[in-house]
């Protein structure tokens, strides 16, 4: 079985660029680079959903010469790759405390978005300024306020309603993740798809992010297709 929904944590462009005597920054220019053959090996497998963390909300806490490296090369991504997402039918959704980011950056998104968001191929979703426990509390107001106005009843509040008002409600049926990989061998899930990964499966692999590949990702799916997953039954 190949799994539907892929999420990846991103992670180990600091040691990447450590371990060659250069900046953090290179780590992330080549990590960046990474992710157009990532986003192809998914279509390719037949994967339907890729969900890759770029910046989580406590990343803010690093110094700012790195934060301003990190913006920039977003901004270059969807400058660069919106024409070949087109070209490969790609949807694309930013999801995360957007308004958090530059008003400049903040429109270069939505109109990304906007672009791509008549295709019908894999769902593209970068995780940006995004703490799944910030999501989590986010619903939760929303759902209060919902109910103080009148919207809804309590009493109407279960699990399938709660993902309605999650910042992966736009995946319906797709946003439960069926393989979780992180890279760079740290073995933690760092604030993502709490929710989401409740019955995903994980692998946690012992490569940097600037060297993980498309065959690393089909590895990774492979590994995927032996587990048995048994969602709480026998
Ligand atoms: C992941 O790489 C990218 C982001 C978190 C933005 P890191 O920057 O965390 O690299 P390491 O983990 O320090 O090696
Ligand atoms: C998680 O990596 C966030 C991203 C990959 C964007 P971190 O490097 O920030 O996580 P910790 O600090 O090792 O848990
Ligand atoms: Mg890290």
């Not at 400058?79 to 490969?88: F, G």
Request: aromatic share 10%.
């Amino acid at each position: 079985m190949i799994p539907k929904h892929v999420a990846i944590i991103m992670d180990g462009n600091g040691r990447w660029a450590k371990a060659r005597g250069r900046p953090r920054v290179f780590g992330h220019i080549r990590g960046s680079s990474r992710i157009k053959s990532i986003v192809e090996g998914a279509s390719d497998l037949g994967i339907r959903a890729l969900t890759l963390y770029a910046f989580s909300t406590e990343n803010w806490t690093r110094p700012d010469t790195e934060l301003t490296v990190l913006w920039k090369l977003l901004k270059k991504y969807l400058i660069k790759e919106v024409k070949n997402l087109e070209a490969n039918n790609v949807r694309l959704k930013v999801i995360g405390e957007i308004d958090k980011l530059a008003p400049e950056l903040q429109t270069l998104v939505k109109s990304s978005e906007a672009c791509l968001a008549k295709n019908t191929g894999l769902f593209l979703t970068f995780c940006v300024s995004y703490g799944s426990q910030r999501e989590i509390v986010d619903a939760t107001k929303r759902i209060v306020n919902d109910v103080i106005s009148g919207k809804l009843m309590a009493t109407e509040i279960n699990e399938a309603l709660f993902e309605n008002y999650l910042w992966t409600d736009f995946l319906g049926d797709l946003a439960k993740v069926d393989l979780l990989i992180r890279t760079s061998g740290e073995q933690r899930i760092s604030n993502y798809l709490l929710w989401q990964a409740a019955y995903a499966e994980f692998l946690f692999m012992d490569v940097l992010w600037p060297d993980f590949s498309k065959e690393n990702l089909s590895q990774a799916v492979n590994d995927f297709s032996k587990r048995q997953r048994r969602f709480g039954g026998i």
